[in-house]
């Protein structure tokens, strides 16, 4: 059977099509879930297209930097060519997953913004914030919801809440200065802080159907699809450089002890991904686990390898995420650890094919030595 405001659409358009509406009746507004089809992003960095600028990391610090710098102008750089925004903005890259997703609906549209926490995405009626000048996500999908006709929600969210980055910083001042692990103390803090991420997940999914169903939607008129994070380091040994020496730091970007890495890429990952599934099964979200997205593209992988001049950047070998660039040469450091061009590019082939797949959790994965389109989904 229709949901009602399905039903009432093709009601409105019967009736127009038969010449029923009349001069004397009010001009009516569009119905809910009218308009353009539409997909929508929403969350954090990991999906509103942080480190998009990057085509691949390479050592150049000059020019186009061996061509993975897409911001150089060939005189200078411009970052907004990328994100339309510089430092302390959102960062919604032209290559954001959901820009990356192909003809998936008549119109993409990301609402997510680097550095969002839960309480961003929440309605401001609700005690949500608003965050970097504007609303609250879920306030921003009311309008959307409003004058389109939403079919998917892809949402990216928890890293944040978590503290994925003072994990980063903690992990990589360990190696840098203190020359000790980070993962002992940093999983103390992890487990103290994973009840509440995964509570405020849940509300954040429970934001999203109270708006959808304040404009009229029923559950199985749209998608919720919750997503888990990528590593962007690789096991310690598939990592391309020795433990010791400066080689992680100066050339690799990831500087990060073995048990560190092997801690962060088999356990925090699959931790987090692992609470976000239970969130979408309790929520009724289809689960797209992305924890093993990057696998053999991670920085510093032994399966790819950084652009040169003689061997510009390809997504076949390129690495698909940000490196630490500790001397800040390149960039900005918020940059560092999130998946670049190419790698949003593989997670929009990932979004891609769970819009083709109705029901179910899925996991997506990369083909080994093929690039973003070679990406495949399987039973998550």
């Given at each position: 059977m229709?949901?009602?405001?399905?039903?009432?659409?093709a009601?409105?358009?019967?009736?127009?099509?038969?010449?029923?509406?009349?001069?004397a009746?009010?001009?009516?507004?569009?119905?809910p879930?009218?308009?353009?089809?539409?997909?929508?992003?929403?969350?954090?960095?990991?999906?509103?297209?942080?480190a998009?600028?990057?085509?691949?990391?390479?050592?150049?610090?000059?020019?186009?930097?061996?061509?993975t710098d897409r911001?150089?102008?060939g005189s200078?750089?411009?970052?907004s060519?990328v994100?339309?925004?510089?430092a302390?903005?959102?960062?919604r890259s032209d290559v954001?997953?959901?820009?990356?997703?192909?003809?998936?609906?008549t119109?993409l549209?990301n609402?997510?913004?680097?550095?969002?926490t839960?309480?961003?995405?929440?309605?401001?009626?609700?005690?949500?914030?608003?965050?970097?000048?504007?609303a609250?996500?879920?306030?921003?999908?009311?309008?959307?919801?409003?004058?389109?006709?939403?079919?998917?929600?892809?949402?990216?969210?928890?890293?944040?809440?978590?503290g994925?980055?003072?994990?980063?910083?903690?992990?990589?001042?360990?190696?840098?200065?203190w020359?000790?692990y980070?993962?002992?103390?940093?999983?103390?803090?992890?487990?103290?802080?994973?009840?509440?991420?995964?509570?405020?997940v849940?509300?954040?999914?429970?934001?999203?159907?109270?708006v959808?169903?304040?404009?009229?939607?029923?559950?199985?008129d749209?998608?919720?699809?919750?997503?888990?994070?990528?590593?962007?380091?690789?096991?310690?040994a598939?990592?391309?450089?020795?433990?010791?020496g400066?080689?992680?730091?100066?050339t690799?970007?990831?500087p990060f002890?073995?048990?560190?890495?092997?801690w962060?890429?088999?356990?925090?990952?699959?931790?987090?991904?692992?609470?976000?599934?239970?969130?979408?099964?309790?929520?009724?979200a289809?689960?797209?686990?992305?924890?093993?997205?990057?696998?053999?593209?991670?920085?510093?992988?032994?399966?790819s390898?950084?652009?040169?001049a003689?061997?510009?950047?390809?997504?076949?070998?390129?690495?698909w995420a940000?490196?630490?660039?500790?001397?800040?040469t390149?960039?900005?450091?918020?940059?560092?650890?999130?998946?670049?061009a190419?790698?949003?590019?593989?997670?929009?082939?990932?979004?891609?094919?769970?819009?083709?797949?109705?029901?179910?959790?899925?996991?997506?994965?990369?083909?080994?030595?093929?690039?973003?389109?070679?990406?495949?989904?399987?039973?998550?």
């Amino acid at each position: 059977m229709p949901s009602p405001h399905r039903a009432l659409r093709a009601f409105l358009a019967l009736c127009t099509a038969a010449g029923l509406a009349t001069a004397a009746a009010p001009a009516a507004q569009a119905s809910p879930g009218g308009g353009p089809t539409a997909v929508v992003a929403m969350g954090d960095s990991y999906i509103s297209g942080e480190a998009g600028r990057w085509l691949g990391n390479g050592l150049t610090n000059s020019g186009s930097r061996d061509g993975t710098d897409r911001a150089w102008t060939g005189s200078g750089y411009d970052p907004s060519r990328v994100y339309g925004s510089t430092a302390g903005g959102c960062h919604r890259s032209d290559v954001s997953e959901v820009r990356s997703a192909g003809p998936i609906a008549t119109e993409l549209i990301n609402l997510a913004c680097s550095g969002a926490t839960t309480e961003n995405v929440v309605r401001a009626a609700r005690g949500g914030l608003a965050y970097k000048g504007e609303a609250p996500q879920a306030d921003r999908l009311a309008a959307v919801a409003a004058t389109h006709d939403v079919e998917l929600i892809a949402l990216s969210i928890g890293g944040n809440d978590l503290g994925f980055a003072d994990i980063i910083t903690a992990c990589a001042t360990d190696y840098l200065v203190w020359y000790s692990y980070c993962h002992d103390d940093q999983q103390a803090e992890v487990d103290a802080r994973i009840d509440a991420v995964t509570a405020s997940v849940g509300t954040a999914v429970d934001e999203i159907r109270a708006v959808m169903s304040g404009a009229g939607y029923a559950a199985s008129d749209y998608r919720i699809v919750l997503q888990s994070y990528p590593s962007p380091l690789p096991r310690a040994a598939e990592n391309r450089y020795s433990e010791s020496g400066w080689s992680r730091t100066n050339t690799g970007g990831c500087p990060f002890w073995n048990e560190d890495s092997d801690w962060a890429r088999d356990s925090l990952v699959p931790q987090l991904s692992g609470r976000l599934r239970q969130v979408a099964v309790a929520k009724g979200a289809q689960f797209l686990d992305l924890r093993d997205a990057l696998q053999g593209r991670e920085v510093c992988a032994k399966a790819s390898r950084q652009a040169t001049a003689s061997q510009p950047p390809s997504g076949a070998t390129a690495e698909w995420a940000r490196w630490i660039d500790s001397r800040s040469t390149q960039g900005l450091v918020q940059e560092s650890m999130h998946p670049n061009a190419y790698g949003q590019q593989a997670l929009g082939r990932c979004l891609a094919l769970i819009r083709a797949v109705p029901s179910g959790h899925r996991a997506c994965r990369n083909t080994a030595g093929a690039g973003p389109s070679g990406m495949y989904l399987t039973a998550g």
